[in-house]
């Protein structure tokens, strides 16, 4: 079965600073694996999803993550953190082809300080 | 385009009332899914739909809840009857096959008196 894990439940940075939200996934078959935010009071979005093409993805809002499947890792990562990026940030797994689950981590609250 | 449409968005109900949440998935999107979401819990997958039919409910708590999808562009998630237990915000989502990203709507904040 599919597990995600994200490493802290909150990761506080100052504006400007790196990000870097640590997930880890375990699965039986070739993931695929997504990062998604959410915003007070508003559902999830999509951040960026691997699909087994490049192993390094560039998403929305400046965000990437990389696949290494030695480390069973997607971390998430942004170079210069903005007051806008203060959201929960969840990671998500499933098994390849036409599954249809999402097996979501436990979400990283992201604080910007000033 | 319209994104998944929820509602109502805000439920508030007293103990033992029948509850009934909706949604509207993204035109051409032939799964649907509902979560649950809590601060003890985290994200729930309570059912999820392909093609109007029900793959997994293995995520639903109990008998209490049910959930239909009577065509593709209406489902609905019923509580019968409500417990305080059951707030929660409740989200529904949809997506195109292939374990395509799964598009979110904005949810309905349910609480039970």
């Known amino acids: 079965a599919q597990s995600v894990t994200q490493l802290g439940s909150h990761v506080s940075v100052s504006e400007g600073a790196l990000v870097l939200l640590r997930c880890n996934y375990s699965s039986s078959v070739p993931p695929y694996l997504f990062w998604y935010v959410q915003y007070p009071n508003q559902g999830l979005q999509l951040l960026l999803k691997y699909t087994s093409a490049a192993t390094l993805v560039k998403g929305i809002n400046g965000f990437e993550a990389e696949f290494k499947k030695s480390e069973t890792s997607f971390h998430l990562t942004k170079p210069s953190a903005h007051m806008s990026d203060a959201a929960e940030y969840f990671c998500?797994?499933?098994?390849?082809?036409?599954?249809?689950?999402?097996?979501f981590g436990q979400g990283t609250r992201l604080t910007i300080n000033p | 385009d319209a994104g998944v449409i929820q509602s109502p968005r805000h439920e508030v109900t007293e103990m033992g009332q029948e509850v009934t949440l909706r949604c509207k998935p993204i035109s051409g999107h032939n799964s649907l899914f509902w979560y649950r979401q809590t601060m003890m819990r985290g994200l729930e997958l309570l059912i999820y739909f392909n093609n109007n039919v029900p793959i997994d409910d293995s995520g639903m708590p109990e008998d209490r809840f049910s959930a239909k999808m009577p065509n593709a562009s209406f489902s609905t998630l019923k509580i019968q009857p409500s417990e305080p237990r059951d707030s929660a915000v409740y989200f529904c989502?949809?997506?195109?096959?292939?374990?395509?990203?799964?598009?979110f709507g904005d949810g309905t904040r349910l609480s039970i008196l």
């Open positions: 998500a797994v499933s098994e390849g082809g036409g599954a249809q689950k999402l097996v």
């Open positions: 989502a949809s997506s195109l096959d292939g374990a395509q990203a799964q598009h």
